[in-house]
Nanobody, 124 residues
Framework: VQLQASGGGLVQSGGSLRLSCAASGFAFVGSTIGWFRQAPGTEREAVAIISRVGGIPYYADSVKGRFTISGDNAKNTVYPQMNSLRPEDTAVYYC??????????????????WGQGTLVTVSS
């Protein structure tokens, strides 16, 4: 399984970005895709998780109402749309895939495959 994350960049506070995570080697339709982020000096945290095997998307409290995660089965790609970005959203964003735990995959340790990360910088 390979995951390719893209879409990061520099944006002003209040702006928007759409990241993408393209998966190869495993059908997205049977997996759970999570987006995590890690700022310098902090632990990696879950931001949004979508499972194609059931359940509703999960969002961290800090991004609820601002981020929306969706998937395109035909393209094997997941897109987190990030609106109303804040300087505290600045981090390296990673996508990850779990193929065994379904909607129960919630933490870093639950995910088996990771993309390379894409940097999001929000200026004030």
């Amino acid at each position: 399984v390979q995951l390719q994350a893209s879409g990061g960049g520099l944006v002003q506070s209040g702006g928007s970005l759409r990241l993408s995570c393209a998966a190869s080697g495993f059908a997205f339709v049977g997996s759970t895709i999570g987006w995590f982020r890690q700022a310098p000096g902090t632990e990696r945290e879950a931001v949004a998780i979508i499972s194609r095997v059931g359940g509703i998307p999960y969002y961290a409290d800090s991004v609820k109402g601002r981020f929306t995660i969706s998937g395109d089965n035909a393209k094997n790609t997941v897109y987190p749309q990030m609106n109303s970005l804040r300087p505290e959203d600045t981090a390296v964003y990673y996508c990850a895939m779990d193929i065994t735990k379904g909607c129960y995959a919630k933490s870093v340790s639950d995910f088996d495959y990771w993309g390379q990360g894409t940097l999001v910088t929000v200026s004030s």
